[in-house]
């Protein structure tokens, strides 16, 4: 979606016995981005062509009906309510459990929302000491890794909550018990389509968060089997030799 809003307001006539004045009505609206556009300008998002005017303000009135005037657009510029975004506490590992893990923060902007991804597609080695397996700010926010495969766990909230206090912990869950993982977390400022994040002075110093899930890790069965299977043939083959020699 675009980020503008575009005012349209809309004059009901005097059409009622007891009605003795105009009524203005005004919504809000936000335009849908143009795809197809490499380098959007400004001017661009915020303006409509003149046929999709006339498009919509006819759809505008069939679902209106005829007692509205549809007014012309006035078209705004979006702002964020608050540009900038930072982290007031960095994101640590708070707590885990066998299947998941809880990370808390801080940030300075209430408008936007906080994402972390869980991975462990590399050893947490790998993932500290080479940016090239570091997911971007915008993959977090997407739930991806570095290659744009879906992460272990991922999830993203809000910076605060409906009465407007701020959010201090994010859980992520659907982990495997006793398994080894890292956590890369990030902030936006809220903006419409196209965020600003919280950006590190380098990826050097974008390191994530590791820690291990609690429990031991549980055996793969199909290693068992292949284990019983070898050691039944191996007495099989046993008795074979024995037989042979007795007989």
Request: glycine share 4%; aromatic share 10%; proline share 4%.
């Amino acid at each position: 979606m675009r980020n503008i809003d575009v005012m349209k307001t809309y004059t009901a006539p005097t059409a009622r016995r007891l009605q003795t004045s105009t009524h203005d009505y005004t919504w809000t609206a936000v335009l849908i981005a143009d795809r197809s556009s490499a380098s959007p300008l400004t001017s661009d998002i915020a303006s409509i062509s003149s046929a999709s005017e006339v498009s919509l303000k006819a759809d505008i009135k069939t679902q209106l009906g005829s007692n509205f005037t549809v007014g012309d657009y006035l078209p705004s510029a979006y702002a964020p309510t608050q540009q900038s975004v930072n982290w007031t506490t960095s994101p640590a590992v708070a707590s885990k459990t066998s299947s998941s893990v809880t990370i808390s923060f801080g940030t300075d902007n209430n408008y936007g929302e906080v994402a972390c991804v869980v991975l462990d597609a590399r050893s947490q080695s790998e993932y500290e000491t080479n940016n090239n397996y570091k997911p971007s700010y915008e993959q977090v926010f997407l739930g991806l890794d570095a290659n744009h495969d879906a992460a272990n766990s991922a999830k993203k909230i809000d910076s605060a909550d409906d009465a407007g206090t701020a959010m201090t912990e994010i859980t992520l869950d659907g982990l495997e018990k006793g398994s080894p993982y890292s956590a890369f977390c990030t902030v936006t400022n809220g903006a419409l389509v196209w965020p600003g994040f919280f950006m590190y002075n380098s990826y050097d110093s974008y390191v994530p968060l590791k820690f291990s899930t609690e429990g031991t890790k549980d055996t793969d069965d199909d290693d068992d089997d292949s284990a019983l299977l070898v050691s039944s043939n191996i007495v099989a083959i046993c008795t074979m030799i024995a037989a042979l020699i007795f007989n």
